[in-house]
């Protein structure tokens, strides 16, 4: 904050002085971050619904809601000292059910993108404990009576009594690359997001768990360069498109018995997904989801935490794919519950008896459910986030639970969501638009506004002295009569006489959005840059992208890339038919499915893109993993045709522009395989590519000087190809 106020300061002094308006530079945006907002972050709110709880200055500090105001100090880890085996630096916290014990946890490290392992101590008011001395675990986490602690160490399951510190092994089968008892693997974590595999039953008594036997799939080896004699080689397991994935079961272990029960889980155990499990608020009832390997086959099954038997409670079949989401609530009247799904063509709300009959739908219509927040069940109302009004936009609305009486709660134009307190009577609520970043206010249950917490007005009075472009939507017509969303941001001293050569970006993968009216992040400021120094820059949601309903998310089923690839060939001549565009000057960059997708475009646009950047992207979609890449293309056997005519790697013979491949060799994801066969297409073919590698850094391409590095040789790549030899302000040439 500091920093940022010097900045502004000594920006003032010049434009008193008469001086020209400052540019933006990539040393800004990527080395003093001179432009990065003023974030909130998620807040821990207490069950009083009015206090809020938020680690700062090593301690776990309680704030009131209304006012902000600072009430008490809960924890402060650098009064407890070395107390038995911590380090004295807190990094997360976790409350338990009744808020009088508080798990610390502490010397975290990563062990993909999601999962961590780390060393717990347990705080209950007086004295810290350690959790498990013996080494750093995963996931502690409390039972609902804050009597047990249950962790995973080594592959394997366990809880500690906290009343007499006995730690009981719960299972012993774990073993690195082979079992995994109680956490997920690798495609589970990236795919379905979730890496802790295991569940407390609501009477503390129970343990529910995943098991993965991993010994079928094959690994996957990335090198590591650490300035040793030799290099580091870390060997996972990665289950390819086509290949076997692991087994997975569920089991459920009895803790006064000691006795684990096996869940039934059918006769196609191993071919399939139990993406979810969730306990019902009866303790011996099981909630699992299971699907079949192509994912449009979808059962939520109740388990008997006795007898391990499973009966149906509810089916959705879908033509293409569905996805999995957590928007699941079992209610308190043991009756009902509250589901979200696609099945009338957009994602709405739908309310439900314990027999699966369905009661009625609680939201319909041309529209998209974005985002479900919860059931306030004292007050019988739900609260959700929507694309009511535009795919572009969203608002946060309630409504009762009878499907009546919607009222919508954010009251600005622009994209909108929501954090709700526990008791649902206040929420934060986090709004910005494509031309002005977050500001953070807390409102009533009403939609009244109590207080602004953040109004990032630093960043608004930069936007101001570095005179930004606004970013402008539009939306054309394509030859096959499709309606695209688009936005583009223009040069500062815009003249529509001249011709400026475009530059795009874009992501374009299923269910995505990049043209919608949000603070954009800290590309926006790169955009700018670039539109200070001549160009256009536009993004363009192709086909396949979301807000607008199953039929245009899902029409690119099978084909991954083949839809997208004729809506951004088409959003290039669009822009370069304008009267102010250069169309022998147009490039376009993406990462991940962005990077796919400018490889595509690149290759198969031949004739109208002259620049393309990829960052770690897919090539061959057979070297992606099974769960993402066979929901949206089946298998390369199932769909040979699918694979061969939208993999870039089979048209590397089409070059005849200027790419850029660019990837991180430590890419646990899309592995660097990707672009060192995209590079052997290349040379095969006898094209002339440029290439930037980064040794041992991960998808994200990040950390220390990695990111300055990267836009750097971006910048120079864009302005040798599509502006001639010319060097940008403030990245000078290597």
């Not at 009981?168 to 802790?196: C, L, M, P």
């Amino acid at each position: 904050m500091l920093a940022r106020t010097i900045v502004t300061l000594l920006l003032a002094g010049l434009l008193t002085a008469g001086m020209a308006q400052p540019k933006i530079t990539l040393e800004n945006i990527w080395q003093d971050y001179t432009f990065a907002p003023n974030s909130v972050p998620g807040f821990n709110f207490q069950k009083d619904g009015k206090h809020y709880t938020r680690l700062e200055n090593n301690s776990v500090a309680q704030y009131d809601l209304t006012t902000g105001v600072l009430t008490q100090v809960l924890f402060d880890a650098s009064s407890v000292g070395q107390a038995d085996g911590f380090n004295g630096r807190m990094q997360g916290y976790a409350f338990s059910d009744d808020e009088h014990k508080l798990l610390i946890r502490s010397e975290t490290e990563y062990i993909y993108r999601h999962s961590t392992r780390a060393r717990y101590h347990v705080w209950d008011g007086a004295k810290l404990t350690a959790v498990f001395p013996e080494g750093k675990v995963r996931y502690a986490t409390f039972n609902p009576q804050a009597d047990k602690v249950a962790f995973v160490y080594e592959n394997d399951l366990y809880y500690k009594d906290l009343r007499s510190g006995k730690v009981v092994r719960v299972t012993s089968d774990g073993k690195q690359n082979h079992i995994i008892n109680g956490a997920t693997d690798w495609v589970y974590e990236e795919e379905f997001s979730f890496a802790s595999g295991f569940q407390w039953s609501p009477d503390g008594a129970k343990l529910a768990y995943y098991r993965f036997d991993e010994s079928r799939v094959k690994e996957f080896t990335m090198t590591n360069y650490r300035g040793e004699l030799y290099p580091e080689y870390e060997t996972f397991k990665y289950p390819k498109v086509g290949e076997d994935n692991a087994i997975v079961t569920i089991h459920i272990y009895h803790l006064t018995k000691g006795r684990t029960v096996n869940v039934d889980m059918g006769p196609m155990v191993n071919d399939q997904y139990i993406p979810r499990i969730k306990w019902t608020n009866e303790p011996g009832k099981l909630c699992l989801f299971r699907m079949n390997r192509h994912q449009n086959d979808l059962e939520l099954l109740l388990a008997d935490a006795v007898t391990g038997k499973t009966n149906l409670l509810l089916h959705e079949q879908n033509e293409y794919y569905i996805d999995i989401h957590d928007n699941l609530t079992f209610l308190a009247d043991g009756k009902h519950f509250v589901w979200t799904s696609e099945q009338s063509g957009w994602n709405h709300i739908y309310l439900y008896d314990m027999q699966g009959k369905l009661v009625k739908p609680l939201t319909s219509g041309e529209w998209e459910v974005t985002e479900f927040y919860g059931v306030d069940e004292a007050n019988g109302r739900i609260f959700f986030q929507a694309a009511k009004e535009s795919p572009l936009r969203r608002d946060v609305y309630a409504i009762d639970l009878d499907g009546t009486n919607e009222l919508v709660l954010s009251d600005h134009a622009g994209w909108n969501s929501a954090q709700f307190s526990s008791t649902f009577d206040y929420y934060v609520q986090t709004h910005s638009t494509i031309n002005s970043p977050a500001v953070y206010a807390v409102y009533d249950r009403n939609g009244g506004l109590v207080r602004t917490i953040e109004d990032n007005s630093m960043l608004v009075q930069l936007q101001s002295d570095f005179e930004v472009s606004p970013a402008e939507f539009f939306t054309f017509t394509t030859s096959e009569n499709v309606e695209l969303n688009g936005y583009t941001i223009k040069p500062p001293d815009f003249d529509s006489t001249r011709k400026y050569p475009v530059f795009m970006f874009l992501y374009g993968g299923p269910g995505s959005q990049q043209v919608v009216d949000q603070w954009r992040g800290q590309n926006y400021w790169w955009f700018q840059m670039l539109a200070q120094e001549g160009f256009i820059v536009a993004c363009v949601d192709n086909r396949g992208t979301g807000g607008r309903g199953e039929a245009f998310k899902k029409m690119t089923y099978l084909q991954l890339g083949h839809y997208e690839t004729i809506d951004q060939i088409e959003a290039a001549k669009y822009l370069g038919s304008l009267p102010y565009t250069d169309a022998d000057r147009i490039g376009i960059f993406g990462w991940s499915y962005g990077g796919y997708m400018s490889s595509l475009c690149l290759l198969k646009g031949n004739e109208v893109f002259k620049a393309a950047i990829a960052v770690a992207p897919v090539t061959n979609w057979k070297w992606y993993d099974t769960i993402y890449t066979e929901r949206f293309m089946r298998t390369d056997a199932e769909n040979p045709d699918g694979y061969r005519d939208n993999s870039p790697v089979n048209f590397a013979d089409r070059l005849r522009g200027n790419y850029l491949l660019v990837h991180g060799m430590g890419d646990d994801n899309v592995h660097f395989q990707h672009t060192a066969e995209m590079a052997n297409a290349l040379i095969a073919a006898g094209k002339q590519y440029d290439t930037y590698f980064y040794p041992n850094r991960n998808h994200g391409i990040g950390g220390g000087n990695t990111r300055l590095h990267l836009y750097t040789k971006m910048t120079n790549f864009l302005y040798d190809k599509l502006m001639g030899d010319r060097s940008p302000v403030g990245a000078p040439r290597p």
